[in-house]
């Protein structure tokens, strides 16, 4: 059987495991809180962040909606990259297409 020092002993060791477990607790619980806390930032953050997205895609859809297209745009480009074989020829192509569109611009705002 175990003196009373020892179960003096037994105690104090039980003590000290239980002030160490409290402390653990303790310290567990905090980081639970600021990771809610954190978490709840986070939500609200991608809240935030969906409806910045939602109405960026409105306003893309929108303004893709106002813009003009032509038809012929798909055409010309198939039709003249299959005419060019290397980036040179594509290049000088696109050249004289800004070239075209510059006389085009000047001879509208001479019409005006």
Do not use: G
């Not at 039980?14 to 709840?40: D, G, M, P």
């Not at 569109?101 to 001879?107: G, P, S, V, Y």
Request: charged share 30%; glycine share 0%.
């Amino acid at each position: 059987m175990a003196s009373q020092d020892q179960i003096f002993a037994l105690i104090e060791q039980l003590k000290r495991k239980i002030e160490l477990l409290t402390n653990v607790y303790i310290s567990a619980q905090n980081r639970i809180q600021e990771l809610e806390t954190k978490n709840s930032i986070l939500r609200k953050r991608l809240s935030e962040k969906q409806t910045q997205f939602s109405e960026f895609r409105k306003k893309h859809v929108f303004s893709e909606k106002n813009t003009p297209k032509s038809k012929d745009d798909s055409i010309i480009v198939k039709d003249n990259l299959s005419q060019t074989d290397t980036n040179a020829e594509l290049k000088q192509q696109l050249d004289e297409y800004i070239r075209e569109l510059e006389r085009c611009i000047a001879h509208l705002s001479s019409l005006s």
